[in-house]
């Protein structure tokens, strides 16, 4: 769909927009011209996520980031640093990788007529060149087309727009939020995606409150009542959103405290992990009644972590745990101790109906003691019970069912709470800002 110029304003219109804080067009979730616009105006200019940096620890490591009809391969240089390329021949388009792997001997080798290329992009053999034009094999066409590359956070950053800002003004303020909470110390414990059958923000959306927390996961509203729910959301320029947990976790009694991190625990295996529940669990009958057990489980962590040797965040960013940090547009962090969850949404086989949901699971190794490389990627239904949780199979139950929903004629647009809904609306704002453009 073209975007409709106000006549007045010569302003341009993108269609669907959202004009009000409390409702959000229905459209925005399936419309074909509506995520056409995202193909043309969003994905093409904007910072995104492309890969963790253990997916490519060695000079000539490689992976494949998809995004709606593009295709970028990330490659570690022969100096440690990282690239970005157009996934495409300069002779006549062939892909010259999928998926991901290793370029044997430095060279990017095109399947198709054996073009190849330096990790860097330069060509370093045509065959039988004498066949082309001179003007068909200027080096400058001849080298890979390249996308704009930076790291932060333990991963690899791209944008195809090579007139973007650089990263950090892009992720500004919420990437040095994450940075106080020791993000590029983790490295990954499992990573698992689903595929769903619902728009990527739709996806990505049941994760941006803590309201539906009592509804959809009644295990932990039990144990933990208030206190998982997230007291506070903030939201911020260029799209970004954070909310922070309930303060009630300080005030919990021992048994309390230890049932709800072993619920986090077996229920997701992220955030609060075995290691964190064994040590709660032993200290269950050392605390002496009246004394706060939260700040005496905390200390035993901090000590245990430095008697290991796993770096720890500064303590007095604690308050920050148990809530999450939304990296416009398709990214999430949620911190606990040395660990983090983290979450990815993209459009699947270019159909707005359909999306491609990663998970991860992030923690924290003693100083040297990294694993090399790490898990890939595992693909489970959505309610595979072997291989999901029980908290992301709940969040998962909702999603394709709110998708469906989205479709019954008379209903036109969802109702926002004010605050408690604020990072879906800001993030809307910010995508019609690109849609804008
Ligand atoms: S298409 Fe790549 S060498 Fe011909
Ligand atoms: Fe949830």
Known sequence: MAVRVDEESGAQVVPWRVTSEIALPRERYFDRSFYELEKEKLWPHVWQ???????????????????????????????????????????????????????????????????????????????HE??????????????????????????????????????????????????GLGVANMRVKYWKETILNANWKMAQEAFFEGY????????????????????????????????????????????????????????????TLEREVRLFEGLRHKVPAGENFTMAAVQALYDYAEGAGIPMPPLENAGLWGGGVFLFPNFMMLPMWANALSYRSRPYRDDPEWCRFEVWSLETYPAGDEPE????????????????????????????????????????????ATEWDSLITNMHRELDRYLAR
């Open 212 to 271: 539906h927390v009592p509804q959809t996961h009644p295990q932990l509203w039990e144990v933990g009542a208030e206190a998982t729910m997230p007291a506070v959301y903030r939201t911020f320029e260029n799209g970004h959103g954070q909310f922070l947990g309930g303060s009630e976790f300080a005030e919990m009694t021992a048994e309390t405290f230890i049932e709800m991190m072993r619920r986090l625990w077996e229920g997701q295996d992220a955030m």
């Open 130 to 179: 004498e066949q082309f034009a001179p003007e068909c094999l200027r080096p400058e066409d001849l080298r890979l087309r390249e996308c704009l590359v930076e790291t932060w956070g333990g991963c690899v950053w791209i944008n195809m727009d090579r007139a973007a800002p650089p990263l950090r003004e892009a992720l500004a303020p919420v990437a040095s939020v994450l940075d």
């Open 49 to 127: 996520m492309a890969c963790r940096l253990e997916e490519i620890p060695n000079p000539g490591d490689f992976v494949e980031y998809e995004i709606v009809d593009q295709s970028i391969l990330v490659v570690r240089q022969a100096d440690g640093t990282v690239k970005a390329f157009e996934n495409a021949c300069r002779h006549r388009a062939t892909q010259l990788a999928v998926d991901r792997g290793r370029f044997r001997g430095g060279q990017i080798v095109c399947p198709f007529h054996g073009w190849r290329w330096n990790l860097d992009g330069t060509s370093s053999f045509v065959f």
């Open 373 to 416: 490389g790490q898990p890939l990627v595992e693909r489970y239904a959505k309610d595979d019970a072997e291989h999901w949780g029980l908290i992301p199979r709940q969040d998962f139950s909702n999603i394709e069912r709110q998708q469906r929903g989205l479709h019954t004629r008379n209903f036109q647009a969802m109702r926002l």
